[in-house]
């Protein structure tokens, strides 16, 4: 069974830096889009930003633009994400997810990706 496991959140202050982590474990998957997602506390999950395989196009979040950049290394089934200036109201549950159909999408829609993470937790004091 394939798993998305993150790794590298932690306690920062407001306008440190920190870099996430998301690989695939287990025998070995195609999928054509991978994502980083949020969610905080009595919210709904977000859209952070996305990546797609086959085109190299990454999306982003307009609350993340210029700050967080998103990499991957498509043959490893891994993506990072490097998240700078951040703000408390980045404060948030981050999960890593994955498409495994070519079937073009929005790349923004959570329930446009089939596996999923289980999250790190990135918590950002003022």
């Known amino acids: 069974q394939v798993q998305l496991v993150e790794s590298g959140g932690g306690l920062v202050q407001a306008g440190d830096s920190l870099r996430l982590s998301c690989a695939a474990s287990?025998?070995?998957?195609?999928?054509?889009?991978m994502g980083w997602f949020r969610q905080a506390p009595g919210k709904e999950r977000e859209f952070v930003a996305a990546i797609s395989w086959s085109t190299g196009e990454i999306r982003y979040a307009d609350s993340v633009k210029g700050r967080f950049t998103m990499s991957g290394v498509n043959a490893k089934n891994a993506v990072y994400l490097q998240m700078n200036s951040l703000k408390p109201e980045d404060t948030a549950v981050y999960y890593c997810?994955?498409?495994?159909?070519?079937?073009?999408?929005?790349?923004?829609?959570?329930?446009?990706?089939?596996?999923w993470g289980q999250g790190t937790q990135v918590t950002v004091s003022s």
């Open positions: 997810a994955a498409r495994r159909s070519i079937t073009l999408v929005t790349m923004v829609q959570s329930n446009e990706y089939d596996t």
């Open positions: 287990g025998r070995s998957f195609s999928n054509y889009y």
